[in-house]
C-alpha cells in the first residue's frame, strides 16, 4: 500500500488564526481557503437560512476592497473563487496562478479584518439567495431531496432538525446588526484556519500569512452551541409532497457513529458495502437485480457532506426513487431485506477488500481534485481545514486511511447490528402530487 | 511589479509577483498500426491515472432511426461481454479501486475510467473488452430502457432541460443537434439490434481516440495499450449527415408552460461557430467579458445590481459541425419583462461600444489562468487533451493557447460580438408558469406556447 505523505505544515498566529500549508510545486498554481468554524446547523433562532446568507455577505465589500472588488481580483488574476456553507464550516476559497497568491491572502485578510456592507447589499443578497432556494428546491423535481426533508423527521434538537436553506420570512426579518453580529461572534481568527496549498514555499507562505493576518484583532472564542441530540427511541417518519416529479421517492437515515471512534471507520466500511456505486449491495439489489426502484444512492452525511466534513450528529442515508407499480412499504421491505442480511451473515473479506481498494482510490482522486476542473487540491484543503479545526491535527490526512484499511469484516457486522435498528432510524416518503388535467 | 514597495499599511492591493512558466507535460501522440490513435500524459500526482476511449460518432451519426440511440449503445456495453457478466464488470471494476461510466452525446461516444496504476493493465483489458466484445444482454437492455424512460419523465419537469430541449430545437429544426433527447415512445421502440449495429459500426479503432493522463511512463504504458488494444480491427467511420439548417428569421419568443413554477427560466440563443472557426477565440473572450465568468457584464447586472437571478450565465458552445451561443438565468416570475431588458441592454453594449483596456486586460487574464488551473488536475488535463484532440486542431492548440489568447483585442472582441450575439435574431426561450409570465414574454413578441411534452398549445 502506498504510505501517503503529503507535506503539511501548521502553526498559529499570536491572534489564534491557525495556518496549514501544503507545498507542491508541480504547477504554478495555488489553491488558497480560509475556513470557520461556523455552519448552518447553529445559526441563530428565527434566522434559519443566515449561516448561508452571510457567506453571500462575505462577498460584498470588506474594508478595503468594495462590492465586487473580491470577485474582479480573483478574477482579473487568472483565478476563480467561491465558498460555501456547511453543517460545522463555512469555507472561502481561491485557486489562482500562483504570482495571484499574495493579492488573495490580502483579499481574505481584509473581510477577516471588517465587513463593509450595507442594507442595499443585504437586499440583494437576500434576493438572490432566494432565487438560489427556488433553483435548487423550490422550482425543480426533488429539490432538497432529502437532504431538507430528513433533519426535521430525524432530530429533536432545532440546531439539527431546522431549514438550512432558510424560511423566507427568517430571510426577510434578517437585518445588518445581525450580520455584523454573526461576523463579531464567528469571524474571529481564533475561530478559523487558513489553508496555502501548491505552488508556495513553506517559509515564504508563512511569511505572507504573518505579513497580512497577524495584525486582525483577536475576538472571544464563541461559546459552543449545544448540538447534541437525545438518544433515539422510535423509528421517526415523515412524508413530503413531491409537487413536479413523477416517481415515489423514499430517503432512509441512521443515526451514524462519531468521527473518528472505532465504530466510525466501521461503518464507513459498511456504508460502502451499500452504496458503492453499481456493485453497492443497495444498488445492485433493488435497481439491478429487483428492478424495484430506478435510482439508489447514499452514503454517510450524504448527499451535501461527507464521511469528514461534520462535527455533530448525522444520518447514514439511502436515497430511492422506485417504481410507482411498488408500494413504499414494500420498497422499504425489499431494502430491509439487504440491510437484515448484512446483519444475519456479514461481510466476507472478498467483498471488504475491494471495498478497502475503492475507498483508498476515492481519497487520492479527492486529494488532487474534489471539486471540478478549476479548483486543484480542493479536496486536500476541505479535509485539512476538518481535521483543524475538529481535532486539531492536520496531519491526520497522511494517517486516517489506516483506520479504515484494518477494519475486520466481524466490525462491519458489529457496527450494521447496532446501527441498522428500527428505532434508530428516520424515513422520509416524496410523495408525487396528484395531478388534475393538464 | 515585483520589486513595487510594500506598503505597512493592509489598505493597497499585492500587485501581481511575475509569473512562472506553464510548463506542459511531454505528450505521446502516436497512432496505432490499427488506426487507434492514442494521446499520453504523465501526470504524477496521485498514483492513479485516468482515462477517456472515445469513438468519434454520436447520436447524430444515427438519428435517422431514433434520438439518442448511441446514448443507450454505451449505456448498455458496459452491462455484459463474451467473457463478464454485469455483476462481474461492476465488481471487477471496484477490485481494481476504478470508475467507469459510458455514455454518447450529438457527436462522440465515450467509455471514462479511472483507477490505480497498481492495477491498469487489468483495466485496460475491461476497456478494450467492453469497446470489442460487448454482447448486448437482452434482460439489461430492457432495465436500461425502464430507467430511460423513467428519467425522461422527470426531465420534462426539469426547467432547465424543458429550456434547452426548446432552445435547441428552435436553432437547429430537423438537423440532429435540434433535438436532444428521445420520446418516451421512441424509446418504447428501440431494438437490441439496433445497439449492437450502432456498436458493430462505430466502435472501431480507425474512429476511436484513447487519452490517458496519470502516473505512468508513457513509453510502459504505450505497451499495455498496444497489448490490450493491438489486435482489435475496423477502419474509420462514416461522419453524420449535415442537413439544412432551418432560417432564422426574426427575434422570436417561445414559451414553454410549466404549471406551479415559482421561478422563470430564460434561455437565449442563437446560431454560432465550431471550435475549429478562425474566430473561435475571439468569441471565447466577448463571452467571458459578456456572462462567461463570475466578474462579467451580464453578473454584475442582473445580479449583483438587481438581485434578480442567482445564476445567470452565457456560454458559446461549440459542436462539430455547427455552434450556438446561449446565455440563461432562472429569475423571479415578476422580473422576467426586466431581466430580458438587462440581457437585450447588456448584449447591445458589448455590440456598439468597444470593450476598455482594463476590462480586456483582466478577461484575457482570466481566460489563461483558468486554462492553466485546468492543467492541475489529471482530469483537467485529460479533458484538455480531449478537446485538442478529437475536433483535430492543430497540434500546438493547447501549448499556444494562452499567447493568442493575450494577443486578442478590443476590436477582436467588437468584432464577435457583431457576428455572434446576434441580437436581432436571438430566440428566447421562457420556461415557466404561464398565466404569471406570458404578458411580460408578449413584450417581446408574440409568444409560440408549449406544454412540457413538447407539443404546441398555441
Given at each position: 500500500m502506498t504510505q501517503l505523505n503529503i507535506p503539511v505544515e501548521s502553526m498559529a498566529l499570536p491572534n489564534g488564526l491557525r495556518v496549514v500549508i501544503s507545498p507542491d510545486r508541480t504547477a504554478p498554481v495555488a489553491t488558497v481557503g480560509v475556513y470557520y468554524?461556523?455552519?448552518?446547523?447553529?445559526?441563530?433562532?428565527?434566522?434559519?437560512g443566515f449561516a448561508h446568507l452571510f457567506e453571500h455577505m462575505?462577498?460584498?465589500?470588506s474594508a478595503n476592497a468594495g462590492k465586487m472588488m473580491h470577485i474582479k481580483l480573483v478574477n482579473s488574476s487568472g483565478g476563480v473563487l467561491n465558498g460555501s456553507t456547511h453543517y460545522d464550516v463555512t469555507n472561502y476559497y481561491e485557486s489562482v496562478p500562483s504570482n495571484a497568491l499574495e493579492r488573495v491572502l490580502w483579499l481574505e485578510a481584509d473581510r477577516m479584518r471588517a465587513l463593509k456592507v450595507d442594507d442595499e447589499n443585504l437586499r440583494n443578497q437576500r434576493d438572490v439567495v432566494k432565487e438560489e432556494v427556488r433553483v435548487?428546491?423550490?422550482?425543480?423535481?426533488?429539490?432538497?431531496?432529502?437532504w431538507l426533508d430528513l433533519p426535521p423527521v430525524a432530530y429533536r434538537n432545532w440546531s439539527n432538525a431546522h431549514n438550512f436553506y432558510g424560511d423566507f420570512d427568517d430571510l426577510d426579518a434578517a437585518n445588518l446588526d445581525d450580520v455584523q453580529k454573526f461576523f463579531k461572534t464567528y469571524y474571529a481568527p481564533s475561530n478559523a484556519v487558513l489553508l496555502i496549498l501548491g505552488d508556495v514555499d513553506t517559509d515564504e507562505a508563512i511569511g505572507l500569512a504573518e505579513r497580512h493576518f497577524a495584525s486582525i484583532p483577536s475576538g472571544p472564542q464563541p461559546t459552543p452551541a449545544d448540538i447534541d441530540e437525545p438518544p433515539q427511541i422510535d423509528e421517526r417518519r415523515g412524508v413530503v409532497e413531491?409537487?413536479?416529479?413523477t416517481l415515489p421517492g423514499i430517503a432512509i437515515g441512521y443515526q451514524a457513529p462519531r468521527r473518528l471512534t472505532p465504530e466510525w471507520y466501521a461503518a464507513a466500511m459498511l456504508d460502502h458495502a451499500f452504496h458503492?456505486?453499481?456493485?453497492?449491495r443497495v444498488y445492485r439489489r433493488?435497481?439491478?437485480?429487483?428492478?424495484?426502484?430506478v435510482d439508489a444512492e447514499g452514503g454517510i452525511h450524504y448527499p451535501v457532506g461527507d464521511?469528514?466534513?461534520?462535527n455533530g450528529p448525522t444520518l447514514m442515508v439511502t436515497r430511492l426513487l422506485h417504481?410507482?407499480?411498488?408500494s413504499a412499504d414494500q420498497t422499504i421491505a425489499a431494502y430491509d431485506q439487504i440491510l437484515d442480511e448484512m446483519k444475519e451473515k456479514g461481510i466476507a473479506a472478498d467483498e471488504l477488500e475491494p471495498i478497502k481498494v475503492k475507498f483508498r482510490s476515492n481519497y487520492f482522486s479527492n486529494l488532487e481534485?474534489?471539486?471540478?476542473?478549476?479548483?486543484?487540491?480542493y479536496g486536500l484543503m476541505h479535509l485539512l481545514a476538518c481535521f483543524t479545526l475538529f481535532?486539531?491535527?492536520?496531519?491526520?490526512?497522511?494517517?486516517?486511511l489506516d483506520g479504515f484499511m484494518q477494519v475486520t469484516p466481524s466490525e462491519v457486522q458489529s457496527v450494521a447490528q447496532k446501527l441498522l435498528t428500527r428505532h434508530n432510524r428516520s424515513i422520509v416518503i416524496r410523495q408525487p402530487a396528484k395531478k388534475g388535467a393538464a | 511589479m515585483a520589486s513595487a514597495p510594500r506598503s505597512d499599511t493592509p489598505s493597497a492591493v499585492p500587485p501581481l509577483a511575475p509569473a512562472r512558466p506553464v510548463i506542459w507535460p511531454p505528450r505521446v501522440h502516436r497512432t496505432l498500426s490499427n488506426g487507434l490513435e492514442v494521446v499520453l500524459v504523465e501526470s504524477h500526482g496521485i498514483p492513479k491515472f485516468t482515462g477517456e476511449l472515445f469513438?468519434?460518432?454520436?447520436?447524430a451519426v444515427v438519428a435517422a432511426q431514433a434520438p439518442g440511440l448511441a446514448d443507450m449503445t454505451a449505456t448498455v456495453?458496459?452491462?455484459?461481454?463474451q467473457r463478464r457478466t454485469s455483476r462481474q464488470i461492476e465488481e471487477d471494476l471496484r477490485r481494481m479501486g476504478a470508475d467507469l461510466s459510458s455514455g454518447a452525446g450529438a457527436d462522440n461516444s465515450v467509455i471514462s475510467f479511472a483507477g490505480l496504476v497498481d492495477f491498469s493493465n487489468e483495466l485496460l483489458g475491461l476497456v478494450s473488452e467492453l469497446a470489442?466484445?460487448?454482447?448486448?444482454?437482452e434482460d439489461e437492455f430492457e432495465r436500461e430502457r425502464r430507467q430511460l424512460v423513467e428519467g425522461l419523465r422527470i426531465e420534462r419537469t426539469t426547467p432547465g432541460f424543458l429550456a434547452s430541449e426548446r432552445l435547441r430545437r428552435v436553432l437547429?429544426?430537423?438537423?440532429?443537434?435540434?433535438?436532444?433527447s428521445p420520446t418516451e415512445e421512441q424509446v418504447t421502440h428501440y431494438r437490441v439490434e439496433q445497439l449492437k449495429d450502432f456498436y458493430q459500426r462505430y466502435y472501431r479503432p480507425g474512429n476511436a481516440l484513447l487519452v490517458m493522463v496519470g502516473d505512468f511512463a508513457p513509453e510502459k504504458m504505450l505497451a499495455e495499450i498496444e497489448t490490450a488494444f493491438g489486435a482489435w480491427t475496423g477502419g474509420p467511420a462514416e461522419g453524420a449527415p449535415d442537413p439544412a439548417l432551418p432560417e432564422l428569421q426574426s427575434r422570436r419568443v417561445y414559451l414553454v408552460h410549466l404549471p406551479g413554477s415559482v421561478q422563470t427560466q430564460l434561455s437565449i440563443g442563437n446560431r454560432a461557430i465550431t471550435?475549429?472557426?478562425?474566430?473561435w477565440l475571439r468569441l471565447t473572450l466577448a463571452n467571458s467579458i459578456y456572462g462567461?465568468?463570475?466578474?462579467?457584464r451580464l453578473v454584475m447586472n442582473i445580479?449583483?445590481?438587481?438581485?434578480?437571478?442567482?445564476s445567470p450565465r452565457s456560454g458559446a458552445h461549440p459542436m462539430r459541425q455547427h455552434g450556438y451561443f446561449s446565455i440563461g438565468a432562472a429569475v423571479r416570475n415578476d422580473v422576467v419583462a426586466a431581466a430580458l431588458k438587462e440581457i437585450f441592454y447588456e448584449i447591445d453594449r458589448m455590440r456598439s461600444t468597444p470593450v476598455g483596456e482594463d476590462e480586456l486586460d483582466d478577461a484575457r487574464s482570466y481566460l489563461t489562468g483558468v486554462f492553466s488551473l485546468g492543467l492541475a488536475t489529471q482530469d483537467g488535463l485529460a479533458g484538455q487533451l480531449a478537446t485538442a484532440t478529437l475536433e483535430k486542431l492543430p497540434d500546438d492548440y493547447l501549448e499556444t493557447y494562452r499567447e493568442r489568447v493575450l494577443k486578442l483585442t478590443s476590436a477582436d472582441v467588437l468584432d464577435a460580438a457583431r457576428k455572434y450575439f446576434d441580437s436581432e435574431h436571438a430566440q428566447i426561450v421562457i420556461v415557466g408558469d404561464r398565466a404569471q409570465i406570458e404578458a411580460q414574454a408578449a413584450q417581446f413578441g408574440a409568444p409560440e406556447v408549449y406544454d412540457a411534452q413538447g407539443s404546441r398549445i398555441q
Open positions: 468554524n461556523i455552519g448552518f446547523r447553529i445559526e441563530p433562532r428565527g434566522r434559519s462575505m462577498f460584498q465589500g435548487n428546491v423550490l422550482n425543480q423535481p426533488y429539490g432538497g431531496f432529502p413531491e409537487k413536479f416529479g458503492g456505486g453499481r456493485s453497492g433493488l435497481v439491478l437485480e429487483q428492478q424495484i426502484a464521511l469528514f466534513d461534520y417504481k410507482p407499480e411498488y481534485g474534489g471539486h471540478g476542473p478549476s479548483i486543484p487540491r481535532d486539531n491535527e492536520p496531519s491526520l490526512v497522511n494517517t486516517i | 469513438f468519434r460518432s454520436g447520436n456495453a458496459r452491462t455484459g461481454t470489442q466484445r460487448a454482447i448486448f444482454p437547429f429544426g430537423a438537423h440532429p443537434y435540434g433535438t436532444i471550435r475549429k472557426d478562425p474566430d462567461g465568468a463570475f466578474n462579467s445580479r449583483e445590481e438587481k438581485g434578480y437571478t442567482y
